[in-house]
């Protein structure tokens, strides 16, 4: 749901891949490269936030209810597959309902998926 910062479970489209042939590590802002490494940044900038780094997949829910239109859709949160600063605590939940990967392996990914293609988040 909206406000939930919960990861919403359920098939997903990827509706927008953003990031091609930027370096690895890039910051994102509003869908936009920075220019800046994460690694650039001022300790308390990189520190504070969950950053989105590298590429940026992002998803479309496609079930009615559970993950598209309303409070629970995807797609209108925001929800994305990206890099993180914080490679070390991938696993925890640290997001807003992002799926966060290590950048080298969102880098990976992003070369193969394209616009359509399934995603299916379960517990």
């Not at 925890?92 to 290590?102: D, H, K, N, T, Y």
Request: aromatic fraction near 6%; charged fraction near 25%.
């Amino acid at each position: 749901m909206a406000n939930s910062l919960g990861t919403p479970r359920g098939l997903h489209e990827i509706a927008e891949r953003i990031g091609a042939g930027q370096p690895p590590g890039m910051v994102f802002k509003a869908r936009v490269p920075t220019g800046r490494h994460f690694l650039e940044l001022e300790d308390d900038e990189a520190d504070t936030h969950n950053l989105i780094t590298s590429r940026i997949l992002w998803l479309r829910g496609l079930e009615p209810g559970v993950n598209q239109g309303g409070d629970v859709d995807t797609y209108q949160r925001y929800v994305y597959i990206h890099g993180t600063q914080r490679e070390e605590r991938i696993g925890e939940p640290m997001s807003a309902g992002c799926v966060l990967m290590r950048n080298a392996d969102i880098v990976e990914l992003f070369e193969q998926v394209r616009v359509g293609d399934l995603v299916w988040i379960a517990d």
